[in-house]
């Protein structure tokens, strides 16, 4: 449970207590919010009141057949408030529109062979342009945009091919938030992309069941996030579960060995179907499952879940986690297949001493990057800051 604080001054605090009580337990009246939240009922009064004539909050039928007065639950009214999450990625950029249930309502997506900054720039303009028409008059009651990005859109150009190389490097003196930010009047926040979607999976998905997980994202590359203790946890740095940059194997002084990146992504698989003269994009699909493409597939999934059953056995004994939740833009059937052979190679490791996470397939999806970059404005101005004026901490 949070708790609200009834001395003045807390207006805001308050009424984010009152939003994530409704967010987290459902429609309820009144007298259950300020018994949840400990305020005094004139005060959840007021703020529910206030709300409700902000937009934010919307009435319920009444509910009869209880002693007392009929009550009247209230609800989070899913347009009281719009935000945008944009994923630049290295194959494409995608635009969402979630509204405040943290729902999806609109998307948008540019594909592209690799992120050419003045490409990329451009389709985020177009992209706005368009959710702008779109939502008409809620653009109004659109509050920001969340902006996810690898943190080193410059590196590893030679995995991506062509002259990706002499285009990539330019990012490394481009300040993308701030060119996004010059393309808008709405406030734009910026979060490392597998972190916004881990964000995604710690607010709407297993995040309501597991407090401490390690989050994997396959893309065109793997990439992660870490969750202690109901936090996500980025680091100085923003490298924290930053897995994709994890060695698999024993250096010595001849060689290096390969990061998971290079052997847990889907481009390696994108880069056997152009091989095969086949269309990379069937990684996206189901049918990529099909017998047809064994031959590609399967040779891909053994050297993938290899790499992250060692990932998951080192991350084990590194942080105690109750979960790896594994997700991705691949085909869901894919990732399904993944899982299942990460669960069964991770049976080859010595485990002793150490508790073994659960391997589960994450809840939100493909989407989970623009997903979670949208829910960046949304967390920011309507969610309880967990670090002030608490008398107790969620429980």
Not at 222 to 250: E, T
Request: aromatic residues 6%; contains cysteine; hydrophobic residues 45%.
């Amino acid at each position: 449970m949070m708790r609200g604080s009834n001395h003045t001054g807390m207006r805001q605090f308050n009424e984010r207590i009152v939003l994530q009580a409704i967010r987290h337990h459902g429609a309820m009246p009144k007298a259950d919010l300020a018994r949840l939240t400990q305020l005094s009922t004139q005060t959840v009064s007021i703020i529910v009141n206030r709300l409700e004539g902000d937009g934010l909050l919307i009435k319920q039928a009444r509910v009869r057949g209880k002693i007392g007065q009929p009550s009247v639950p209230m609800a989070l009214n899913p347009d009281g408030a719009f935000s945008l999450g944009l994923q630049v990625g290295r194959r494409s950029l995608e635009v969402l529109v979630s509204d405040f249930l943290g729902q999806p309502r609109h998307r948008l997506q540019f594909n592209y062979p690799y992120p050419d900054p003045d490409v990329v720039l451009l389709k985020i303009k177009k992209g706005l342009e368009q959710m702008q028409a779109t939502l008409g008059e809620h653009w109004a009651r659109t509050v920001g945009i969340g902006l996810t990005a690898p943190l080193s859109l410059d590196k590893w150009a030679d995995m991506l091919g062509g002259d990706a190389g002499s285009v990539l490097v330019r990012w490394e003196h481009i300040d993308l938030l701030g060119a996004v930010q010059a393309l808008t009047d709405l406030p734009v926040q910026f979060a490392k992309d597998t972190t916004a979607a881990c964000m995604a999976e710690m607010l709407q998905g297993h995040g309501r069941s597991f407090d401490s997980f390690l989050y994997v994202f396959v893309g065109t590359f793997v990439g992660g996030g870490l969750v202690l203790a109901g936090h996500i946890v980025s680091g100085a740095r923003g490298n924290a579960g930053a897995i994709g940059s994890m060695p698999i194997g024993l250096g010595d002084a001849t060689s290096k060995p390969p990061q998971l990146l290079q052997l847990a992504s889907g481009w390696q698989l994108e880069q056997a179907l152009l091989a095969a003269g086949l269309d990379p994009q069937l990684v996206h699909n189901n049918s990529i499952m099909d017998a047809a493409y064994a031959p590609l597939t399967t040779p891909w999934l053994e050297q993938a879940s290899r790499a992250l059953a060692m990932t998951v056995a080192s991350s084990a004994a590194l942080v105690d986690l109750d979960a790896v939740v594994i997700d991705g833009s691949l085909g869901q059937a894919l990732i399904e297949a993944l899982i299942h052979a990460t669960r069964e190679h991770l049976q080859h490791y010595n485990l002793e001493g150490l508790y073994p996470p659960a391997v589960v397939a994450g809840q939100v999806g493909a989407h989970a990057r623009a997903l979670g970059g949208s829910l960046l404005p949304l967390h920011s101005q309507f969610f309880p800051v967990k670090e002030i004026f608490l008398k107790q901490d969620l429980v």
